[in-house]
């Protein structure tokens, strides 16, 4: 095998005396007919999926640049950036940028912390550990309509929900009759939305983190207890450098999803009381103000948005890391 | 530096009847270099996570010194740990991984720096110290494995099959380096392997552990010129000892047409068991090639000759005995004049040379007097 390299190479060095490699003359033509005939089965899933994924994108792309209106018919045509410049000059539309960085920065860093705690939990040995995970996980397998619709009614509710039920239960232990019962989703819009959808992806960070924890070498770890580290140091040297990729892939997964929710907002508040972030804006624009222009420029705003998220997230972490291995 | 006891230390894993290291009783001295062999499973391994602190001690104690460190915990015990995967940390540099313990106990950076540095000279890995461990090939990370252990001056090396992961001739040359570096640093070490070579070539002493218990400790060549018992006989040494069951006729003891005579102590030694055999051993080296016409010669037909240019290894069988021929089976292991070969197939005579037999008690396995 390595001498044929070092031919290999050699031939590279000197390239006019040798004749090149040769190639089968007839086979080439044959085998280009046996690899189609592997390919072309493929073809049909392949056309699907351009159609399915591929042309909705240049249809939005295209009407981006149209004014487009269902109301105004007749004034169907080429807008250039304008759609562009009013969504990123109007008010509504750059507060709901802004919502959308909060929400989604909060959420990932939030359930990437809780994840990480519960996976460290989940670690360990402990009778009923796999009903424990499996219960664990349940909350990413609801619909997220469904989870938003829980949270909405089954506990923040002020008349009948579980959390002001808790407080009336608890004052009522300690023998008081008043007992605050706050309109939560009133109170904190952001805060509710941002609590169901932490709820919601906690297990999914917990589970991708506890697989990195569970490939970590046993044998590192037992050098690292002789080399004189606490678990701490443990932690802090080994687990955490080594959970980089992990938490590096439930952040970015987390904020490509979370940065396109709608589901939450639409069923807890409506968009309301400041909570519209982009995905609902679109949605607004879109089917209530029939601004079909508008809607898909700032679609394609959010696409970008994503993309930029996505860089930004993995290029800040792997920077960090680096420095922390550096020292 | 310290001494390293082991007071009937065992080790009986949970959901387990039987010790996987029974009642281990081992006396290592300061600076000595002792080898844990045994076939895998024996419990070497487990003997040595003991003395680390990665597996509990359930009964018995260990010390080191004059520390009971049974339960300490290992960051506690002042010990250094070789792996066989050498367990480097596969995101700090070779620098970083051999300085990590020093930095754990907050030994300042310039302190770090010098130490790594000197731990790196003895092992030709300056050129490396700012690589990571991936980057590195084998036998560089061996020596990084070993140089984060020397840089800590631990009380003990303990090293478990260190050099398993390497090549034939690389392990041969990283055995005397590890055997050196042992001398000149005098620590004291333990060090577990299945080969035995290696445990003859490295160890001041040798253990030989068998199914969690403690066969024989004792210098290697004393182990292999005097084996306690049948079971020792046969692991050390390579090719390993014949070992056959032979009658006892007229204070002789007789397979086929080979005869030994034996000692009034070993017979002496036998009739107290009412032995009617005795299991004998003898070593490859122990046979001679002679004439059909020499007493005590037994025909053997030739099968393979291993041609090792030193020596020659002939493998034959024993024509008379496709039976009963005991441990020894079929097989006959000679070690012949590496200049005049039998032929494969050839029928020669071999003959035991004279006091080179070793006897076993046919019911204890237990040494006898020869």
Known sequence: MSTTLEAGRGRGQQ????????????????????????????????????????LPFVVTL?????????????????????????????????????????????VVLVSLLLG????????????????????MITPFLIVP?????????????PEYGLLNGMLTTVWRLFGSDSPPQPDWITAAPLVSVEVALIWQWTPFMMLILLAGLQSRPLDVIEAAHIDGATNWQIFRYMTFPHLRRYLELGGLLGSIY????????????????????????????????HDYGRASAAGVVVVIGTIAIATFALRTVSTLFQEENAR | MASVTYDRASRIYPGSEKPAVDALDLQIADGEFLVLVGPSGCGKS?????????????????RIGDRDVTHLKSKDRDIAMVFQSYALYPHMTVGDNMGFALKIAGVSKDEITKRVAGAAKILDLEPFLDRKPKALSGGQRQRVAMGRAIVRSPQVFLMDEPLSNLDAK?????????????????????YVTHDQVEAMTMGDRVAVLRAGILEQCDTPLRLYQEPANVFVAGFIGSPGMNIADFRLEDGQAVLGRARLPLTTAALTALSKENADHVVVGFRPESLDLVTEQVAGAFPVDVGVVEELGSDAFLHGSLPELRQDAGPLGETIVARVDPARPPAKGERVYLRIQQGKEHLFSPSTGLRLPT
Not at chain 1, 15 to 32: F, I, M, N, Q
Not at chain 1, 73 to 89: I, M
Not at chain 1, 265 to 271: C, N, Q, R
Not at chain 2, 47 to 58: F, K, P, Q, V
């Open chain 1, 15 to 54: 390239p006019p005396t040798p004749p090149p490699p040769p190639s089968p003359p007839a086979g080439g033509a044959l085998r280009r007919s046996a690899d189609w005939a592997r390919r072309a089965p493929l073809l049909p899933a392949l056309v699907f999926t351009i159609i399915v994924t591929q």
């Open chain 1, 62 to 106: 295209i009407v981006s640049f149209m004014d487009w209106n269902a109301y105004y018919p007749d004034e169907r045509g080429f807008a250039g950036l304008r759609n562009y410049a009013s969504v990123l000059t109007d008010v509504n539309m750059r507060r709901a940028i802004l919502v959308t960085v909060v929400l989604t920065a909060v």
């Open chain 1, 116 to 135: 990480m705690g519960i996976a460290l939990l989940l670690d360990r040995k402990f009778r009923g550990r796999g009903v424990v995970r499996t219960m």
């Open chain 1, 145 to 157: 309509v469904a989870a938003a619709l829980l949270w909405k009614h089954a506990l923040f509710n």
């Open chain 1, 258 to 289: 979370i940065v396109q929710n709608f589901d939450a907002v639409f069923t807890i508040t409506s968009g309301g009381l400041g909570t519209a972030n982009l995905p609902y804006v679109i949605y607004q624009t879109f089917y209530q103000a």
């Open chain 2, 46 to 62: 487990t003997s040595l996570r003991m003395l680390a602190g990665l597996e509990d001690i359930d009964r018995g104690a260990i």
């Open chain 2, 170 to 190: 690389l392990r041969v040359q990283t055995r005397t380096q590890i055997a050196a570096l042992q001398r000149r640093l005098a620590t004291t070490t333990v």
